[in-house]
C-alpha cells in the first residue's frame, strides 16, 4: 500500500486530477452505503423506492424512506477522507475536480466547491407542479409529503433510476474525466451507469486510475494502483 500512496502522491504533483467519490467516502461519517453489508438497500429494493413511478404510486413512502435519509445526513459530519480532498483543492485550485454521485452535501460541508453532483442533492426540493426548487435542511419535514406554496407536491432534486442526470452536470463531469491526468475513484461501487463510466472514460483518454476501497469494484481492472483501504485513512496519508 505504501509505495501505492507514494506513486499516486507523485502523480498528483502535476496534471490535472479528478476525484470521483461516491457512498463510501460518506461511511465513515456514519451514512450508510446502499450496497454495502448493512447497506440501505439491504431492506428495500433501490428500484422500487428511487424511481419517479415509486414516487408517482406513492408519495408518502417514499417521502418517509428520504426523510428518515435526511435525518441521518442532517446528524453527519465530514470525516478525514471529505476533508483531505477539500485540502487538496485548496492546494491545487487550478488543477483539481471532484466529481461526486452523492447527494449527502458532506463535501461541501468540508470546504470543497464547484462540486459536479452527478444524482443530485437530497436538501433542494423541486416542485413537481411549478419546477420551482429551494434549499430545504428542516428535519423531520412535515408535513410528509411536501406541498409547494403552489399547492404542487415537492420532491427530492435527486435523479432517480430511469431518470436522466442533469446535463450540465454531466458534461462538465465528462469534460474532466477526458481531461483527467489522473483520475482517484473513490468509495463506490462503480455499479451505477452513466456515472461508472467515468472511470473508462478517464482510462481511455490516458489517465492514470486509482481506487480507494476496502472492497474490489468491476472498475478494479482499469486501476494503476489500489488503495485497499478505508477513505478517512487512505486520504490523508495521501496528501
Ligand atoms: C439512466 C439516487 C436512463 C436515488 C441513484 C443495466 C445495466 C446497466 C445500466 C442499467 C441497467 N439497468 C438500468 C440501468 C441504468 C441505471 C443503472 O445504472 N442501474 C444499475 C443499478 C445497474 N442507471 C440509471 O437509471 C441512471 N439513469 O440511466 O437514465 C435514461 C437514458 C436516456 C433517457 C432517459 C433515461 C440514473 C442513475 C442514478 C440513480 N440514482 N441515487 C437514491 O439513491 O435514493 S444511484 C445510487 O447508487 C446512489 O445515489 C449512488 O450515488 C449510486 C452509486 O452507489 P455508490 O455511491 O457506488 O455506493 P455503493 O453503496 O454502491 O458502494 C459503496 C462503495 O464504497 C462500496 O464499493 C464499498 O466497498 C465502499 N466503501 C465502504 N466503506 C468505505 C468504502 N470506500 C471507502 N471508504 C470507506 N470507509
Ligand atoms: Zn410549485
Not at 500500500?1 to 470521483?20: C, D, K, P, W
Not at 403552489?150 to 463531469?173: H, K, N, S, T
Not at 481511455?204 to 478505508?230: C, F, H, K, M, Q
Request: charged letters at 20%; one cysteine or more.
Amino acid at each position: 500500500m505504501e509505495s501505492a500512496i507514494e506513486a499516486l502522491r507523485r502523480s498528483l504533483q502535476t496534471g490535472q486530477i479528478v476525484a470521483f467519490t461516491g457512498a463510501g467516502i460518506s461511511a465513515e461519517s456514519r451514512v450508510p452505503t446502499f450496497r454495502g453489508a448493512d447497506g440501505l438497500w439491504r431492506n428495500y429494493s433501490p428500484e422500487r423506492l428511487a424511481t419517479a413511478e415509486a414516487f408517482w404510486e406513492d408519495p408518502h413512502l417514499v417521502w418517509e424512506w428520504y426523510d428518515w435519509l435526511r435525518g441521518l445526513i442532517h446528524a453527519a459530519r465530514p470525516n478525514p477522507g471529505h476533508l483531505a480532498l477539500a485540502e487538496l483543492q485548496r492546494r491545487e485550485p487550478a488543477r483539481f475536480t471532484l466529481v461526486t454521485q452523492n447527494m449527502d452535501g458532506l463535501h461541501e460541508l468540508a470546504g470543497s466547491h464547484d462540486v459536479v453532483k452527478l444524482h443530485g442533492d437530497i436538501w433542494i426540493l423541486r416542485c413537481m407542479q411549478c419546477g420551482r426548487e429551494g434549499r430545504n435542511r428542516q428535519v423531520p419535514l412535515a408535513p410528509l409529503p411536501p406541498l409547494c406554496r403552489c399547492g404542487g407536491l415537492l420532491r427530492p432534486a435527486i435523479v432517480w433510476f430511469g431518470e436522466m442526470l442533469p446535463e450540465d452536470q454531466w458534461e462538465r463531469a465528462a469534460h474532466a474525466a477526458q481531461n483527467a491526468d489522473t483520475f482517484v475513484a473513490i468509495g463506490t461501487s462503480a455499479l451505477v451507469y452513466p456515472a461508472a463510466g467515468l472511470v473508462q472514460v478517464a482510462r481511455r483518454s490516458g489517465a492514470r486510475v486509482a481506487i480507494v476501497n476496502p472492497d474490489p469494484t468491476p472498475a478494479d481492472e482499469l486501476a494503476e494502483w489500489i488503495l485497499r483501504g478505508p477513505a478517512g485513512e487512505v486520504l490523508p496519508r495521501l496528501l
